[in-house]
Each structure stands twice: as structure tokens, then as C-alpha cells.
């Protein structure tokens, strides 16, 4: 009986990357690496590694070297951040703003380090640039997070002007009744300065739970973010009109399992114990 070796596997035909698909290769690595150290610490030479390619090909797309490859990755991971915050104006608004701070999270579990070392700057490869881009994320975010609340900040406010729609805007449908059901209007400055102050404490929240190991977990974190917006929210209508109309409209939407309703129902009792605060009524003539 003969037996017969198996064929070896034909060769893999070798297909030459485009351009586009070779400088998108490359900023996959090195997001790889930004992710979990600080730029500082990352070489070309370790790009091109986890690339699979030369160092030279490296600086062909990127010869400005690690600076350049910096900042286009940053610039790849800011697109990425801002779609975090991307929502359908559909349900519960406090329900959408939880979905948002979920793939918020996540995406500061995954890229830890990089964040911590972006956010906290003092890096070698911080630039005007760099800068630029990290605030636009920021406005990008307060921007999503004011459509929610029925209001358009500054670039949206742009884009009504001129005739074009956030995708918020056109996407807004028939279950999304409430103040996204009609044309929205542009955010008072209270308002925008509590949205902006609310992002900014979510962005030194998240820092802290980094340096906390990552604890408590990121489910009890959003609640908690949540209920900051929510308790913000309340706090600036007491003394905005504005902001006490965004409030009565969006309550409308929510429902008593939701994020409100159960910040309502633990806050209540607590704020009841300091009615002895108020100041008694004038008696009738």
C-alpha cells in the first residue's frame, strides 16, 4: 500500500494595498499601541512591527514621523469618540443619555492609558493640534447631548441657518415625540454652560476611575453620571426659565422605570426631610 503526501496549500496570491488601505493599516497599529501607553513611549519602530512592515514604509506615509502618526491617530480616535455620543432621538431621554455613557466607557476601558495620558497632557507630542482636536470632541459631545435635551448649541445652530440637519434631526420620527418632535431651538448660555460642565465632570470622572482601577464598575458609574445630569439639570431650572421648560418637556418622555423616575423616588424622601428650610408662607388677612 502507498501512500501519498498531501499537495502542499497553494501560495496566498499577494494583493498590493492602496494607499488609503496602507495608511489605514498603519494608524490600526499604532491606535493599538496609544491605546494602552502613553504616546512617549511608543517608537516607530514599534509601529511598523505590530504593522507587519519596514520602518521606512512607515515614514513614507508619515514623514512628519511620530508626531504626524500622533496626530492622525488621534484625529481616527476622535471620529471614533464622537460617534460614542451618537444617538437616535428615540425614548426616554435619560435612557439614551445611558446608552451613550455605556459606549463611553467602554471606549475609555479599551484605550485606558492613551486616554489618561491625552486628557491629563503634559506630553512630548501635545500640540495646538492635538488640543484643537481634544476640544472638538468635547463640543461635539455637548452638542449631541443638548439635541437630546430638545436645544441646538453653536455648530448646530450654523447648520439650521443654513438649511442643513444634524443627523439627530433627521432621523428624529414619530416616537420621539416631545421636545424633539418639533424644531429645536438654540440653547440659552445656562444651558450650554451646564451641559459643558456636566462633560467635563464625566471626562474627570472617567480619569478617576482609571486611577481607581477602573472601580467602582462602569455600569454603577453611568447610573451615577446620570443622576449628575438629571440633578444638574434640576438644580439650573430653579433659577433658568429656559432650563425649567427643557425639564417639564423632558420628564413628559420619561417613565417610572427609568433613569428618573428612580432618581425621583430615592431623592424625594431626602429633600422632604429639609422642608423645615422653606420659608413659611405669609399668613392670609
Not at 132 to 142: K, P
Not at 187 to 211: N, Q
Amino acid at each position: 500500500m502507498t501512500s501519498t503526501a498531501a499537495a502542499p496549500p497553494p501560495p496566498r496570491a499577494y494583493r498590493r494595498l492602496s494607499v488609503e488601505e496602507r495608511r489605514a493599516q498603519l494608524l490600526v497599529a499604532a491606535l493599538g499601541l496609544f491605546a494602552h501607553r502613553a504616546p512617549d513611549e511608543v517608537s516607530l519602530d514599534e509601529v511598523a512591527v505590530a504593522a507587519g512592515v519596514s520602518r521606512p514604509l512607515v515614514y513614507r506615509y508619515f514623514p512628519g514621523g511620530r508626531q504626524q502618526l500622533y496626530e492622525a491617530a488621534l484625529g481616527s480616535a476622535a471620529d471614533e469618540l464622537k460617534l460614542c455620543f451618537t444617538e437616535p432621538p428615540v425614548g426616554p431621554p435619560t435612557e439614551r443619555v445611558a446608552r451613550v455613557l455605556d459606549r463611553y466607557l467602554r471606549f475609555v476601558d479599551e484605550h485606558d492609558t492613551g486616554f489618561s495620558a491625552l486628557l491629563r497632557g503634559g506630553s512630548v507630542v501635545e500640540t495646538s493640534r492635538t488640543t484643537t482636536i481634544v476640544d472638538g470632541v468635547r463640543r461635539a459631545a455637548a452638542e449631541e447631548i443638548l439635541s437630546h435635551l430638545g436645544r441646538i448649541g453653536d455648530a448646530d445652530a450654523g447648520k439650521q441657518s443654513t438649511g442643513k440637519q444634524s443627523a439627530g434631526e433627521r432621523t428624529a420620527g414619530p416616537q420621539s415625540a416631545g421636545p424633539q418632535s418639533t424644531r429645536a431651538r438654540s440653547a440659552g448660555p445656562r444651558l450650554r454652560m451646564m451641559v459643558r460642565s456636566w462633560i467635563a465632570a464625566v471626562e474627570a470622572a472617567s480619569l478617576i476611575w482609571l486611577d481607581e482601577g477602573k472601580q467602582p464598575p462602569a455600569a454603577e458609574l453611568r447610573g451615577w453620571l446620570v443622576d449628575h445630569l438629571i440633578a444638574l439639570l434640576a438644580a439650573t431650572a430653579a433659577t433658568d426659565e429656559e432650563t425649567a421648560s427643557v425639564v417639564r418637556d423632558l420628564l413628559a418622555l420619561e417613565n417610572p422605570q427609568g433613569p428618573a423616575g428612580r432618581l425621583a423616588e430615592l431623592v424625594i424622601p431626602v429633600v422632604a426631610d429639609a422642608a423645615h428650610l422653606l420659608t413659611p408662607a405669609p399668613a392670609a388677612d
